[in-house]
């Protein structure tokens, strides 16, 4: 199975600086079509996850212009580049390149 | 709108059964892969299992292989998790995702002894 990692696994952030969490996987998420099957999610409390980012850099209809997926192969970073209140939650990246399909532990974002 | 909303979580014992329900709506539902991942209490992520647009390809986590079943009903927009065998380390929330954009508001699973 592919092994997701990341890090930190908790984040305390001041509205309106930055933040960026790490994914590394275990085997490449490069796909031979060119896709790299990397998606980011955000779980707000009591609710289900939200899609953020898909295919690794692809913000996703709806999400803010300050958050941002880059990297490729095995290493890949979320940014949000002017953290907001609404902003905290557990981001989740998952690889759906290989069956079973795994997520990494979560980084918990709170506020200061 | 693209609406998934799941039925069917309860409480059974260990051995029992369930089926898990997702209705969707807002979108051609024969078009689209579906997945359902689950949550434990206080717990991350887990990818369940997968089923193609015709239902003519599925798949599954080792943990419930030979237990749970997916299926699907394009005509009713309607996916399903047959739960069979069901442990205690099966209590979670399940929800039903469309590859990979939109997720339901997840039904809870209770086994207890």
């Known amino acids: 199975d592919i092994v997701m990692t990341q890090s930190p696994l908790s984040l305390s952030v001041t509205p309106g600086q930055a933040a960026s969490i790490s994914c590394k996987s275990s085997?490449?998420?490069?796909?031979?079509?060119?896709?790299?099957?990397l998606y980011w999610h955000l779980q707000k409390a009591g609710q289900p996850p939200q899609l953020l980012i898909y295919?690794?850099?692809n913000r996703f209809s709806g999400v803010p212009d300050r958050f941002s997926g880059s990297g490729s192969g095995t290493d890949f970073t979320l940014k949000i580049s002017r953290v907001e209140a609404e902003d905290v939650g557990v981001y989740y990246c998952v690889q759906s390149i290989q069956i079973p399909f795994t997520f990494g532990p979560g980084t918990k974002v709170d506020i200061k | 709108e693209v609406q998934l909303v799941e039925s069917g979580g309860d409480l059974v014992q260990p051995g029992g059964s369930l089926r898990l329900s997702c209705a969707a709506s807002g979108f051609t539902f024969s078009s689209y892969w579906m997945d359902w991942v689950r949550q434990a209490p206080g717990k991350g992520l887990q990818w369940v299992s997968r089923i193609k647009t015709d239902g003519s390809y599925t798949s599954y986590a080792d943990s419930v292989k030979g237990r749970f079943t997916i299926s699907r009903d394009n005509a009713k927009n309607t996916v399903y998790l047959q739960m069979n065998s069901l442990r205690v380390e099966d209590t979670a929330v399940y929800y039903c995702?469309?590859?990979?954009?939109?997720w339901g508001q997840g039904t809870l699973v209770t086994v207890f002894s």
């Open positions: 085997q490449s998420l490069l796909q031979s079509d060119g896709r790299t099957y």
């Open positions: 295919e690794a850099s």
């Open positions: 995702v469309r590859v990979w954009d939109y």
